[in-house]
């Protein structure tokens, strides 16, 4: 068995990354992965401006004049105020324009009006309060490169560079399949020996939350030709997902009729859960993952190999985010494996606590409803006790 690192080392090496891009605009760009090279088209501020209400001046002219000035106009945002003349003060507001001339920003909490004179205090400091032309970042300045996952953030901050249009690599289109006999559809009776399958639905959700294309293929029976029928159609996909089928059992055909038709590249992971998943390629263009059929192992393996194929695959580079927390409570094992701990992390001013949550077997969601993180342990570990310093996987940053 490959170890986690050696596992997700050897995947992300036959990935073959996307070529083919589209152009997007602002609002359809929220989670797409950056094609080209983003560059401002304007400066950032696009004009010397003022930080705060108040009375701008020429610093100088306000010494000269014993700190007390004669009032001017004013300047809002959009205006264009033009010269401030010498020996004056212009009202001014935050955002707009610096007027010709000025150089210092007095903000109105300080001065004092006296009819159409302003007094200014003695402590006044010469460009004070002023933001200047692209302090922040220049126009032509590079400011996103090729493989960056855009957030709201960042598009806030390409609007503002006044980019209209994005190239971004064409999303991952995936086929997403369940095997299995015993599977039923939520809401069909269960005759015996049969379950409600559970793992498809997952997948495609966790897919589209990256933007993917995510396709459901639905459920394929135990049967040899089936499964060839299914695997046929992959030239149409980007990378083909199925949950079930990678063990070692009689019945667990998606491996064997894999193998027919593609390459396997490698199976059995030593980690828990999720050891039986299988990566491979068919042709030079669609990646495989037969992952476990337990719903827990299934979500985990996602996690670890898929997600990091898939931000690869769109020339990002994937990370694992991994925190320290103090454990709250023991948790004893046999090493052997890397293994996943579901726990519930939560934020106790300004410290990171973790518990390991009870029920870990990998056919076991109920703890999913706790769950936020998993506490990493190391193949050679026995575990952990309370008050113990752990490695801990976020799932999200809800920690209360």
């Known amino acids: 068995m490959l170890t986690l690192e050696e596992a997700r080392a050897a995947i992300l090496a036959e990935v073959t990354p996307a070529a083919a891009t589209e152009m997007t605009s602002l609002a359809q760009a929220h989670g797409r992965f950056v094609a080209r090279e983003l560059?401002?088209?304007?400066?950032?501020?696009?004009?010397?401006?003022?930080?705060?209400?108040?009375?701008?001046?020429?610093?100088?002219?306000?010494?000269?004049?014993?700190?007390?000035?004669?009032?001017?106009g004013e300047c809002r945002c959009g205006d264009?105020?033009?010269?401030?003349?010498?020996?004056?003060?212009?009202?001014?507001?935050?955002?707009?324009?610096?007027?010709?001339?000025a150089d210092t920003v007095v903000i109105q909490e300080d001065i004092k009006l006296e009819g159409d004179t302003v007094v200014f205090p003695k402590t006044v400091q010469p460009g004070s309060h002023l933001r200047r032309r692209s302090e922040d970042f220049h126009q032509g300045d590079v400011l996103y490169q090729p493989g960056r996952r855009l957030s709201a953030y960042d598009l806030a901050l390409l609007s503002a560079a006044g980019v209209a249009q994005i190239p971004v690599y064409v999303s991952a289109r995936v086929l997403v399949v369940a095997t299995g006999d015993e599977l039923v559809a939520p809401g069909a009776p269960l005759r015996p020996g049969q379950i409600y399958e559970s793992n498809r639905l997952a997948t495609i959700l966790l897919l589209r939350e990256l933007g993917m294309d995510a396709v459901d293929g639905g459920t394929v029976r135990d049967e040899p030709a089936a499964l060839r029928a299914l695997l046929k159609s992959s030239a149409d996909f980007d990378f083909i997902i199925t949950s079930g089928g990678a063990s070692v059992g009689d019945h667990d055909l998606v491996k064997q009729v894999f193998a027919e038709i593609g390459q396997i590249k490698f199976w059995k992971v030593k980690i828990k859960p999720g050891k039986p998943i299988a990566f491979g390629r068919v042709?030079?263009?669609?990646?495989f993952f037969a992952l476990p059929g337990n719903p827990v192992s299934s979500l985990v393996t996602f996690k670890l190999f898929v997600e990091p194929a898939l931000i690869a695959w769109h020339h990002?580079?994937?990370?694992?985010?991994?925190?320290?927390?103090?454990?709250?409570?023991?948790?004893?094992?046999?090493?052997?494996?890397?293994?996943?701990?579901?726990?519930?992390?939560?934020?106790?001013?300004?410290?990171?606590?973790?518990?390991?949550?009870?029920?870990?077997?990998s056919h076991m969601l109920g703890p999913l409803r706790?769950?936020?993180?998993?506490?990493?342990?190391?193949?050679?570990?026995?575990?952990f006790k309370p008050g113990e310093t752990v490695m801990t996987v976020p799932l999200n940053t809800d920690f209360s």
């Open 370 to 383: 706790e769950t936020n993180g998993f506490i990493r342990v190391e193949a050679d570990s026995a575990g």
């Open 80 to 101: 264009a105020p033009g010269r401030l003349a010498a020996g004056t003060t212009m009202r001014i507001f935050t955002g707009a324009p610096l007027p010709e001339g």
């Open 39 to 72: 560059r401002a088209q304007v400066d950032n501020p696009a004009f010397d401006n003022s930080a705060m209400d108040g009375y701008a001046l020429r610093a100088a002219d306000l010494t000269a004049a014993g700190f007390v000035l004669p009032r001017r």
């Open 316 to 361: 990002g580079t994937a990370r694992l985010p991994q925190l320290t927390a103090t454990a709250t409570n023991e948790f004893r094992r046999h090493p052997g494996r890397t293994e996943f701990v579901r726990a519930h992390l939560v934020n106790e001013n300004g410290k990171l606590m973790v518990t390991a949550l009870r029920g870990q077997g």
């Open 283 to 287: 042709g030079t263009r669609t990646h």
